[in-house]
């Protein structure tokens, strides 16, 4: 959530919470408002400026991490040129919508991983899976206090697993793996 840092602020510009916040040997000129915009959404903004140049990467991230908490996602937008309105050539600007989720972000409560038990339902033929699954000690046919639990990948195509080879291996349960990111 944004938060003004009071002992910086100076008095107002253009009716807007206004602070200068000094960094290393600059002082930087910050502009910060909550507006909702004609679709609902209500963004929280900060801009930051400079007199004779472009804010650096290290001072926004120190503006960030002053006006906001750690966890929350700031973006910086780049508009299509045609849309491009340019007030202050030295300033650059930071926003995070507080009442939409970002089209990226998923609730990680539908991210469940669902185990299979291997003794009832074989993983597909193909693939990488995840899976648990005990290594037999002195080829007991149950675990033993010195059997071993592990998570690892698991490449069924060439059966074998990711990290390295095991001898009486039982594998207990299995999970795909999600798809990994392709391009458009």
């Known amino acids: 959530m944004l938060r003004f840092p009071e002992h910086y602020r100076v008095q107002s510009v253009l009716g807007l919470n206004t602070f200068l916040v000094p960094f290393n040997t600059a002082k930087l ?75 990226w972000k998923k609730n990680m409560s539908e991210t469940k991983t669902v185990w299979h038990k291997y003794s009832s339902e074989r993983p597909p033929k193909t693939g990488h899976f995840l899976i648990t699954a005990y290594k037999y000690v002195d080829g007991r046919n149950r675990p033993s206090g010195d059997a071993q639990v592990r998570t690892d990948l698991y490449d069924k195509e060439v059966e074998c697993f990711m990290s390295e080879a095991y001898d009486g291996l039982f594998v207990r349960a299995w999970a795909e793996l999600p798809e990994p990111y392709k391009p458009d």
């Open 29 to 103: 000129a910050v502009l910060a408002s909550i507006d909702t915009d004609d679709n609902g959404i209500t963004w929280e903004h900060v801009s930051v400026s400079l007199k004779h140049r472009i804010p650096t990467w290290q001072e926004l991230k120190f503006i960030k991490m002053l006006f906001w908490d750690p966890e929350d996602e700031v973006l910086q937008f780049f508009p299509p040129q045609s849309e491009y309105i340019n007030f202050h050539k030295n300033c650059l600007h930071l926003w995070r919508p507080i009442n939409v989720d970002l089209p």
